[in-house]
RNA sequence: GGCCCGUUGGUCAAGCGGUUAAGACGCUAGCCUCUCACGCUGGAAACAUGGGUUCGAUUCCCGUACGGGUCACCA
């Protein structure tokens, strides 16, 4: 078995285009076939630079690695079309003699009037076929003077074409439906509905993973391919990748890509994990896959014909499971930069990373969510009095008041240097011991005091070792301060 | 509009003539708990629609509705 996957280096990479990638990677892997990567690059127009190292490295860095490819050759290379230009002008050629392709002389000219007129009377647009019953003479004689032409498809007038796809089965339709398209450009590229089939044939390519978007030019190809006498690959057309019930997935909303998820702190291989099950069922319970098991466990009698949301909220909850899977030290890598990014404090290794990291892991579903975890961090939030009255913590202003008396000789005796998660938990017992009160009633004044807000990562104890001693008595300081203003003010 | 394809809870989906119609996310109730999370235990929630075929249709066939794709010297 032969896959490929052959994309243009117009951009980025869609999710979408991934996932077929995926698709194409798996099938070949899971039968122990080859994957080759084929650089579509006909079209110079539209050609994006750096588009293919792009394409290079989201593919690498998904773990999808090819077999044959421009970079890495093979015995069926050059892998980029441009590069192979001389090949399907002599395969155009071949089916111009065998009566399976014509030339077309008619200008752009002609051709924007022709399909003005379709449109003005609301009918697609086709070729209506004017050259394609020019004498020898004819076309000899306009060769000579040197007219501009292009290859086209000699598609039979009457009759219909079956083809077969993997997981629709057999379609048919009526070739009068079929227009006869360019197979070879006036430039002398060709397009890429005749690229595709050379270059699959030429590679050997026996299997075909694409978008559901070729279905319907399916029935030209495998007109071309009995044009040629060869063998079509057997093809798997793949639904689509939807925003809503209506939209594709599009860069419109910025949320397309496969940069913009690793930007939002998406791991790679949850993306890779999540595009897997969009469109495709294991079959049994588990949706939680490395690329290993995902080769194990393809199949494409699992794929889907109809098209899938996108749904972000779930491929959240995915990362949140990988997430909670590694080991606090693998986090700890993955969070640290986060946090010094956001905090000038954190940066200045004025924290204890390893009681954050501990407390923020649970609660961090995509890397981005640290941001606003650790706000606290470099200061106190701005926060109101009232919030320390807490029903179910039992607590009032009052009552806070006293907490953080109480707490505060107890954290001041403490060494400055000793100033870890155990024993800041160890004093403050002795705090709540005095006062006789559920822990709550001392813990929640101090989780206001230090963050400045109703929840945390972390409890009270936590903070405090997070922020270090000095912080965490300074900001209890203005907590009392702030209390006895406005318990005064009550009065 | 022509042609092609599709339609199971809000979303992803299992199902392939007889099921109490899985599971996950989300939502929700409760437990755990110094907050929020995590974790645990429950709950609500679906076969687009009308005809057939059949002893029996979510499952097979036809129509309708809705949705998608495609109709370029783009891929």
């Given at each position: 078995?032969?896959?490929?996957f052959?994309?243009?280096p ?10 077929t990638?995926?698709y ?27 588009a293919t190292?792009?394409i290079?490295?989201?593919?690498r ?12 050759g ?24 065998n ?18 007129q ?7 647009l086709?070729?209506d ?15 000579e003077?040197?007219a501009?032409?292009v290859?086209?498809?000699?598609v ?6 079956t083809?077969k796809?993997?997981?629709?089965g057999e379609i ?13 450009k ?8 005749f ?7 030429l590679?050997e ?12 030019s ?39 890509y ?18 897997a ?8 319970e588990?949706?939680?896959?490395s ?43 993955y969070?640290?930069p ?21 407390a ?7 890397l981005n ?5 650790v706000?606290?961090?470099?200061e ?11 029903k179910?913590m ?6 806070s008041?006293?907490?953080l008396?109480?707490?505060l ?9 000793n ?8 004093q ?8 006789n009160?559920k ?11 230090l ?5 945390t ?13 000095a912080?965490a ?8 301060l ?10």
């Amino acid at each position: 078995m032969r896959t490929r996957f052959a994309p243009s280096p117009t951009g980025f990479m869609h999710l979408g285009n991934l996932r077929t990638a995926l698709y194409t990677y798996l099938l070949a892997k899971k039968n122990g076939g080859s994957f080759v990567l084929r650089i579509e690059d006909t079209d110079r127009e539209r050609f994006v630079s750096g588009a293919t190292e792009t394409i290079y490295n989201t593919l690498r860095y998904c773990g999808l690695d090819w077999d044959e490819g421009p970079d890495k050759g093979g015995k069926f290379g050059p892998y980029v079309q441009s590069e192979r230009q001389g090949l399907y002008k002599k395969y155009a050629e071949q089916l111009v003699a065998n009566g399976g392709a014509y030339r077309c002389f008619c200008t752009t000219e002609r051709m924007n009037e022709l399909h003005r007129q379709q449109k003005a009377n609301g009918i697609a647009l086709s070729y209506d076929r004017h050259c394609r019953d020019l004498t020898a003479d004819e076309t000899a004689k306009l060769l000579e003077e040197g007219a501009p032409y292009v290859i086209r498809q000699k598609v039979p007038l009457e009759g219909t074409t079956t083809f077969k796809d993997e997981i629709y089965g057999e379609i048919t339709v009526p070739n009068a439906d079929l227009d006869d398209q360019i197979l070879l450009k006036s430039d002398g590229m060709p397009t890429y509905n005749f690229a595709n089939v050379i270059d699959d044939h030429l590679m050997e390519i026996t299997h075909v993973v694409r978008g559901c978007e070729y279905l319907s030019s399916a029935p030209k190809y495998e007109l071309l391919y009995k044009s040629f006498g060869w063998t079509p690959p057997v093809y798997i057309h793949v639904q689509q990748i939807m925003r809503d019930e209506t939209h594709k997935l599009s860069k419109r909303d910025g949320d397309a890509y496969f940069e913009d998820f690793l930007k939002k702190g998406y791991l790679a291989e949850v993306i890779i994990n999540y595009i897997a099950l969009l469109g495709w069922s294991p079959g049994g319970e588990n949706e939680i896959f490395s690329l290993l098991e995902l080769i194990e466990a393809f199949d494409i009698s699992g794929l889907s014909k109809s098209p899938a949301i996108f749904d972000e909220v779930k491929m959240r909850a995915i990362n949140g499971i990988y997430i909670r899977t590694l080991t606090p030290e693998e986090f700890q890598g993955y969070a640290e930069p986060v946090v010094r990014e956001a905090s000038r404090k954190a940066a200045a290794e004025c924290v204890d990373f390893d009681v954050l990291c501990k407390a923020l892991q649970p609660r961090t579903e995509i890397l981005n969510d640290i941001i606003e975890l650790v706000d606290f961090i470099d200061e106190t939030l701005p926060y109101d009095a009232e919030w320390f009255v807490n029903k179910k913590m039992k607590t009032t202003k009052e009552s806070s008041l006293i907490a953080l008396k109480t707490s505060l000789p107890y954290l001041e005796q403490m060494d400055k240097n000793n100033f870890t998660l155990e024993r800041v938990q160890a004093q403050l017992s002795k705090a709540i011991a005095e006062l006789n009160v559920k822990n709550g009633s001392v813990l929640w004044p101090i989780r206001l005091a230090l963050s400045g807000k109703m929840s945390t990562p972390g409890g009270g104890a936590e903070l405090c070792a997070i922020v270090g001693k000095a912080q965490a008595i300074k900001r209890i300081e203005q907590a009392i301060l702030k209390l006895e203003e406005a318990i005064q003010k009550d009065d």
